[in-house]
């Protein structure tokens, strides 16, 4: 069963608007990070959070972790048309590799 | 570098057929990982290899379902006999064993499978 689970599973918002996605997880982790995934297409690799780390920005992105409640957040700021997309949380735990448990997604669509 | 290429992109077969998935991971990459993802399902992971060793095949879903990995640059994922519950996406992907981008994982473009 998947580790993640994101809410909400779905969100639609205006352009120029800030989107915030979930994501919570059950067990402990080395790394969360976070994927795009445009429709018919693969993943794409956004931002990894460390789990010593509780908050980190890449442009218009914000990650905030929070492991005593096993969850993440990811802020998308002054949203635009192109971000219409599946955003995916993972998380790789000590021991396992580079296996990665990715959560259920959460479905954003940007209208103008 | 090219990505992770996957081919076919499209697969249309008949319940029963054999079905191979190919897989050229990106180049000095030690990992590779296949996926599958349905609606209900989401994304899983059935297998994932090492510098060519399997390590962790627990979401292979039968044995129906192999792969195989005989270089650095090429993997397979064959199903057979396939059944109409096979259909999906499967995703190759592939990602570095050390340095500071060690877990971010570079998916391909994904293969749709539909078996009637």
């Known amino acids: 069963s998947q580790q993640g689970e994101e809410d909400p599973q779905a969100l639609s918002i205006q352009e120029g608007e800030n989107a915030t996605m979930n994501c919570s997880y059950k067990?402990?982790?080395?790394?969360l990070q976070w994927y795009r995934q445009n429709s018919g297409r693969g993943l794409v690799h956004l931002i990894l959070?460390?789990?010593?780390?509780r908050e980190k920005h890449s442009g218009r992105l914000r990650v905030t972790l929070d492991t005593s409640k096993k969850s993440s957040s990811l802020l998308i700021t002054a949203s635009r048309a192109a971000d219409t997309a599946s955003y995916f949380c993972?998380?790789?735990?000590?021991?396992?590799?580079?296996?990665?448990?990715f959560g259920t997604g959460t479905q954003l669509k940007v209208e103008l | 570098d090219a990505g992770v290429i996957q081919s076919p992109r499209h697969e249309v077969t008949e319940m029963g057929q054999e079905v191979t998935l190919r897989c050229k991971p990106i180049?000095?990459?030690?990992?590779l990982f296949w996926y599958r993802q349905t609606m209900m399902r989401g994304l899983e992971l059935l297998i994932y290899?090492?510098?060519?060793?399997?390590?962790?095949d627990s979401g292979m879903p039968e044995d129906r379902f192999s792969a195989k990995m005989p270089n650095a640059s090429f993997s397979t994922l064959k199903i057979q006999p396939s059944e109409p519950r096979d259909s999906a996406v499967y995703f190759c992907?592939?990602?570095?064993?050390?340095?500071?981008?060690?877990?971010?994982?570079?998916f391909g473009p994904g293969t749709r499978l539909t078996v009637t």
């Open positions: 992907a592939s990602s570095l064993q050390s340095g500071a981008k060690k877990y971010e994982q570079y």
């Open positions: 067990t402990s982790i080395n790394n």
């Open positions: 959070i460390r789990s010593n780390e």
């Open positions: 993972a998380t790789d735990r000590t021991g396992g590799g580079n296996k990665l448990t």
């Open positions: 180049s000095g990459h030690d990992y």
């Open positions: 290899f090492n510098n060519n060793v399997p390590i962790d």
